[in-house]
């Protein structure tokens, strides 16, 4: 497999995406993933708000979904849920923003299909992949990986389901989420800090099964779990989540 992080301008508010994508990616091929960092959809949404006009935890209660007020250290790094993901802060970024927080990008797979339209369409390609961006924490491990929050193009999940292992053993309950490795590698090229290289394009990547359509609601709803079926529901229902109210 092979990522190629592709250096950009430093993108302004309600900058297209689009626009910045042609100018920078010259020539696809096919069975090609392109990588975007959430940072710059964001950017393209204007989805910022001034850091002098509203306390980051107070923000975070307009924005997350469900927020856990447990007390910590740092202010306004309440643990969440937004869109069905477990993340500190509702995902809300203060990190190369000029004075501003970045919010989450609305409708993330929505972007992630009109890219990968426009892109098909421009390069002349009919096996192309398109993974949104972001980055996690993992419980009981520093740093942070990659995370894909929206993508389209190819099926999300590589199962083993009725494989056998190297015993002849027939293995059951075991995927592989493609689209977040493939999203932990771009995070790697792209980097977290000055890099100011928020898209990568990644060839000849394993296990990718490519889809000629944008994925259903469905098939988009088959990498989340709730926390009914978690592994981890025990641990999450043990607390007292709550929905913040909206101002």
Not at 20 to 43: A, F, G, H, P, W
Not at 73 to 89: D, H, V
Not at 169 to 193: I, K, P, Q, Y
């Amino acid at each position: 497999m092979q990522i190629q992080p592709l250096k950009t301008h430093h993108m302004k508010p309600f900058e297209s995406l689009i626009g910045l994508l042609d100018r920078y990616m010259t020539k696809l091929n096919e069975q090609t993933i392109v990588c975007i960092t959430s940072k710059i959809v964001s950017l393209s949404q204007g989805r910022l708000v001034p850091m002098d006009q509203i306390s980051k935890s107070a923000l975070v209660h307009q924005e997350a979904d469900l927020i856990l007020d447990a007390p910590h250290a740092i202010e306004g790094m309440n643990l969440t849920i937004k869109n069905n993901l477990l993340i500190p802060a509702a995902g809300i970024d203060a990190s190369n923003s000029a004075g501003h927080y970045i919010l989450y990008p609305e409708q993330a797979g929505l972007v992630a299909a009109q890219l990968w339209a426009h892109l098909r369409g421009r390069h002349g390609v009919k096996e192309l992949g398109v993974v949104i961006t972001d980055t996690r924490s993992t419980p009981l491990r520093w740093g942070v990986t990659g995370l894909a929050i929206g993508w389209c193009g190819f099926k999300p999940l590589y199962s083993y389901e009725g494989k056998k292992d190297l015993d002849g053993r027939t293995l059951h309950n075991t995927h592989v989420s493609v689209v977040d490795c493939l999203a932990t590698a771009a995070v790697l090229m792209m980097g977290e800090g000055d890099e100011q290289t928020p898209l990568a394009v990644i060839t000849h990547a394993p296990k990718i099964r490519f889809m000629d359509r944008s994925p259903t609601q469905e098939e988009a709803s088959q990498v989340l779990v709730s926390m009914e079926n978690d592994i981890y529901g025990p641990l999450l229902k043990s607390e007292q989540w709550s929905a913040p109210s909206r101002t």
